[in-house]
């Protein structure tokens, strides 16, 4: 019976890796709101896995500061503050500055940013600014794969859910949104010529705007 569940432990453990991968992807996607508590028997039953599989996964995702446990009271999804703020753009400075310097022209990520541009214009045109800051934060997880590391690639899309926890506390606006696809089709633009000196410049400009504006607002709501 011991190597039965010795043989079973690796299998329960990927499939609560992979749960918890979908869980970041939802998060980046708007589904789960901050401070939500999450119950245990709607996540088991939408993932169709175990109680046991379930606290695995919240383990995991509570480990990368997404979710917290609250004794007595359950797990709730975190609510980033201004500190926080402040960090996430300190580290996307770090990230997607060396992801511009190791940009090359004909890469495929430079592909997967052009589609997500595409996307988010559609989404413009039909009002839907919740999707368009999925889109755009799409596009900097793309930008990230200029790196070709699984590693910084996974780190980033952690850091990209706790940036939607952020814009969830405000509304989903044009303000918000709507700037930011132009500037993405620019960044690319210059990526795709291979001038990384000019593409290097833009991106300073565009996180110190994007870092003001979302912090601006975010302080605005607070009161």
Same mark, same amino acid.
């Given at each position: ?118 996307? %988010? ?39 990209? %859910? ?34 990384? %000196? ?18 601006? %607002? ?6």
């Amino acid at each position: 019976m011991d190597t039965d569940l010795n043989r079973d432990a690796p299998s329960e453990r990927s499939l609560a890796m992979r749960v918890a991968t979908q869980m970041r992807d939802l998060l980046i996607a708007g589904d789960f709101a901050p401070g939500e508590k999450l119950s245990e028997h709607q996540i088991a039953t939408r993932f169709d896995i175990s109680r046991n599989t379930l606290r695995e996964v919240f383990r995991l995702v509570t480990s990368e500061g997404l979710l917290e446990h609250v004794p007595n009271r359950g797990v709730f999804v975190v609510s980033p503050d201004e500190a926080a703020i402040l960090d996430i753009y300190r580290v996307r400075r770090v990230i997607q500055g060396g992801a511009v310097q190791a940009s090359a022209p004909g890469h495929p990520a430079l592909a997967q940013m052009r589609g997500c541009v595409a996307r %988010a214009q559609a989404a413009r045109e039909q009002g839907d600014w919740q999707l368009v800051g999925t889109e755009n934060m799409a596009f900097h997880g793309a930008m990230v794969g200029l790196c070709d590391s699984t590693r910084l690639s996974a780190y980033f899309a952690r850091l990209l %859910a706790e940036l939607r926890l952020v814009f969830r506390q405000m509304e989903d606006s044009a303000f918000l949104h709507e700037p930011y696809i132009r500037l993405n089709a620019e960044l690319v633009a210059l990526l795709e010529a291979g001038d990384i %000196a000019a593409a290097s410049t833009a991106l300073d400009a565009y996180l110190l705007k994007s870092e003001r504006s979302i912090l601006g %607002a975010f302080l605005r709501d607070r009161g």
